[in-house]
């Protein structure tokens, strides 16, 4: 009867979603949770326990000390070595008891001692409490025992709790500044999970090692890992998201704009709404990345819902490169050079000078037909001992690069701009239609392949339909026998 | 002191005064035994056990390696800096907070992102570039670098050539002089495409030629394409190759019946 089940599941998680605190207790909810656990690990769905884990989400900003204690004393049989080391790290609190035998009653819920969800699910639950409250000693050596823990283990089901006790785990270094220290566990636990299969935990871990290199800088270990660590299809969206803004960022280090710039949008395209620090940091990095490649972001995504402040030093930069003047683009980086070192981006904005001169550089091209190359000089503002002969060069590769049509004429000293050919002769526009076909085509065909079906239910209504269908035939073949009576007689 | 450690400094020393007397031969012998003495402290990267005198192994290590580097540039071997430099960095990046910072640290980075400068590894060069702090962007080794990279980057070359009078560490004249060659092949490139033609005296000029000759011998060797005729640098030849106005067919059949098979999965 899984179907029946299914029901009951969802109904309460209902319940747990709309009734909040005064109708029931914490504690049931977590007890119930843990009957949701029970019930994953014994049917081996993995849904359900990821599903358990997105409830403990929402119960997080209610947890309190006597909870997670009568939550452990419940999930976790006394004598086992987990519960003596978990009970030790959660603080004890006076006049819990009262709370915890009124709600003890109305809880019909037991469960299955020793199960290995259930004692994991114990370890992360009391990480994310400890991390709440910012024990951060306590936690880390509540995540190290839990990945310990999790070595001996090889289970499926323990996959999607495992990979959150990693996530938790690395956060905690992070935030204690330790994360150097951990790399080669990641490293251990990453070629574990990949012997394990465990796709997720392989998923989430590259992105925590990734992570850490990023965090000191180490972008040439990170892309080296990258290329080397086993791809296949996500299973995780977030996992995916936080995956190509760290290759975006890479790649934007290595000088590969054009993929970096994909790979960027689309992290911040398929970010959820809610993740709006992460959704800032890739229209960040996508913005440089695409001044980079000489385009022009769009006013709207400054103008993107509460991103506009924080987008605000990028807006001007921005401003300062389509207008290609070096003097402004010199002061805007000054004035927010707190922000842009903040985010790390300095280096590449020293990059950016370039396109400044470029984007200069064309504009004078598209205005004039000819200029003495003083006056280019002047107008991009080269300050040097010799602007002439800057200006000179500059134009010259500028030529080269194909980024303005012209010819210099050195005798004379001036720049002549060629005319420019009309873009709908060339093979231009049927270029960039091209690509938006592809576009729209690709899209379609993602968001096929992203529909979900719940699974079995193919099967199930195969088998609906050959029942009708031997049910038909059982009839048939009764009329035919009646038939055959009546014709005896 | 510990014996091994002792010999190792001893040799050392013989080393710094076959440098001192120039006699490059003697150094190198010296170098790959003195390395594979190193390799036998337990101390030193990847292992870096504990032991009593590690401070003192990770510095003469690190010694040893910085001179090897400055040797491979005396040497004008790149293969080898680049190897010595990968033995080193491991001392400049992981030691932090055991020995202290060397004097020598920034001048050989900044050599080390010039070699990449001078080989086109761009994307390296940046890199390397991240892992340094921002202080360290201060420093004049440091600094040239990075305009020289600027410079080039915005093509203007003669702000390169320049640079060359200002080096910041005697070592650098060696990858200097490489860059120049490499200055000239780009100028020379952007030459081909800016300009109809030049005078010969620009030209030599413009490539930092100081005779006719040389300039004519450059252009037989590297750009024969290029016509003298009249006092003057002809490029016109190589811009003859004019846009061809041919329908791309066979490319534009295959996205229409790209187009086709996916219309057909959809409906």
Same mark, same amino acid.
């Given at each position: ?7 009951? $599941? ?6 747990? &979603?709309? @009734? +909040?605190?005064?109708?029931? #207790?914490?504690? !049931?909810? =977590?007890? %119930? ?21 997105r409830l403990t989400i929402a119960l997080r900003r209610r947890l309190a000390a006597r909870d997670v204690a009568a939550f452990l004393a419940f999930a976790l ?16 609190? $006076? ?6 035998? &009124?709600? @003890? +009653?109305?809880?019909?819920? #037991?469960?299955? !001692?020793? =199960?290995? %969800? ?81 796709? =997720? ?12 290199y990023l965090h000191y800088n180490l972008y040439d270990q990170a892309e080296k890992l990258r290329s080397k660590a086993p791809r296949f299809e996500a299973h ?254 | ?29 010296l170098l790959s035994q003195l390395k594979v003495q190193l390799t036998k402290f337990p101390s030193l990267p990847p292992l870096f056990q504990q032991a009593p ?215």
């Amino acid at each position: 009867m899984p179907e029946d089940v299914e029901m009951n $599941d969802s109904a309460a998680t209902a319940a747990a &979603a709309d @009734a +909040p605190a005064p109708a029931q #207790s914490t504690l !049931h909810h =977590l007890k %119930e949770i843990a009957s949701v656990i029970e019930a994953g690990s014994l049917s081996k769905e993995v849904r359900r326990i990821s599903r358990a884990f997105r409830l403990t989400i929402a119960l997080r900003r209610r947890l309190a000390a006597r909870d997670v204690a009568a939550f452990l004393a419940f999930a976790l049989p006394p004598s086992s070595e987990a519960f003596a080391r978990l009970a030790a790290l959660v603080p004890k609190e $006076d006049g819990s008891e009262m709370d915890v035998d &009124a709600a @003890a +009653p109305t809880a019909q819920v #037991s469960i299955k !001692h020793g =199960l290995p %969800e259930i004692e994991i699910y114990c370890y992360l639950l009391v990480l994310i409490f400890l991390i709440d409250n910012k024990k951060y000693d306590e936690a880390k050596t509540c995540a190290s025992a839990s990945i310990a823990r999790l070595k001996s283990l090889n289970r499926r089901t323990v996959d999607v709790l495992a990979s959150r006790l990693y996530s938790y785990y690395s956060d905690v270094h992070e935030l204690t500044n330790t994360l150097a220290e951990i790399r080669g566990t990641l490293l251990a636990l990453h070629r574990m999970a990949t012997l394990h299969h465990d796709e =997720l935990g392989q998923e989430t871990l590259l992105n925590l090692l990734l992570r850490n290199y990023l965090h000191y800088n180490l972008y040439d270990q990170a892309e080296k890992l990258r290329s080397k660590a086993p791809r296949f299809e996500a299973h995780s969206n977030q996992q995916f998201c936080r995956y190509l803004f760290y290759l975006g960022k890479i790649r934007t280090i290595q000088l590969e704009y054009t993929d970096a710039k994909e790979s960027l949008l689309q992290a911040a395209r398929k970010a959820p709404t809610t993740a709006q620090g992460f959704r800032i940091q890739c229209n960040k990095w996508a913005i440089i990345v695409r001044l980079l490649l000489g385009e022009i972001p769009e006013r709207t995504v400054f103008m993107q819902k509460g991103m506009k402040e924080a987008l605000t030093p990028y807006f001007e930069l921005t401003n300062a490169v389509r207008v290609g003047d070096l003097e402004l683009f010199r002061s805007v980086a000054d004035k927010f050079s707190s922000t842009f070192s903040a985010d790390r981006t300095c280096n590449l904005i020293v990059r950016l000078r370039h396109n400044v001169i470029r984007t200069g550089l064309r504009n004078i091209s598209i205005s004039y037909s000819r200029i003495s190359l003083a006056d280019i000089a002047k107008k991009l503002r080269l300050d040097s001992e010799n602007p002439v002969a800057d200006a000179e060069s500059i134009v010259a590769k500028a030529i080269r690069d194909g980024a303005i049509d012209a010819t210099i004429d050195h005798a004379n000293g001036w720049m002549v701009s060629k005319e420019t050919g009309d873009v709908y002769s060339t093979n231009e526009p049927q270029i960039a239609f091209n690509s938006r076909i592809a576009f729209c085509l690709n899209m379609h065909n993602e968001a096929v392949k992203a529909l979900r079906f719940p699974p079995n239910s193919h099967k199930e209504k195969e088998s609906a339909e050959k029942r009708r269908e031997r049910l038909q035939q059982e009839e048939e073949l009764a009329k035919h026998m009646a038939e055959e009576d009546d014709d005896d007689f | 002191m510990d014996p091994k450690l002792t010999e190792v400094a001893q040799m050392f020393a013989r080393f710094k005064a076959a440098y001192a007397r120039n006699d490059l031969d003697a150094c190198v012998t010296l170098l790959s035994q003195l390395k594979v003495q190193l390799t036998k402290f337990p101390s030193l990267p990847p292992l870096f056990q504990q032991a009593p005198n590690s401070v003192e192994e990770l510095k003469l290590a690190r010694d040893i390696y910085e001179h090897a580097v400055v040797l491979s540039v005396k040497l004008e071997d790149q293969d080898a800096f680049e190897r010595d430099f990968c033995q080193l960095k491991p001392y400049y990046m992981d030691t932090c907070g055991i020995i202290p910072p060397s004097p020598e640290e920034y001048p050989i980075l900044g050599l080390n992102l010039l070699r990449l400068l001078v080989q086109n590894r761009i994307a390296e060069f940046h890199t390397e570039l991240e892992l340094l702090p921002v202080k360290a962007l201060e420093h004049p080794c440091i600094k040239h670098a990075v305009e020289l990279e600027q410079s080039f980057m915005e093509g203007a070359y003669n702000r390169v050539l320049s640079a060359r009078q200002a080096v910041p560490h005697e070592t650098y004249v060696y990858f200097m002089d490489l860059l120049a060659k490499t200055v000239r092949d780009e100028i020379a490139g952007c030459s081909e495409k800016g300009y109809d033609s030049l005078s010969i005296s620009d030209a030599k000029q413009m490539l930092m030629f100081s005779s006719d000759q040389e300039l004519n011998q450059y252009i037989t060797e590297e750009h024969p394409e290029w016509e003298i005729k009249n006092g003057s640098v002809f490029f016109q030849k190589a811009k003859e190759s004019q846009p061809c106005k041919e329908i791309p067919s066979l490319q534009l059949i295959n996205q229409t019946l790209s187009y086709a098979r996916e219309l057909e999965r959809i409906v």
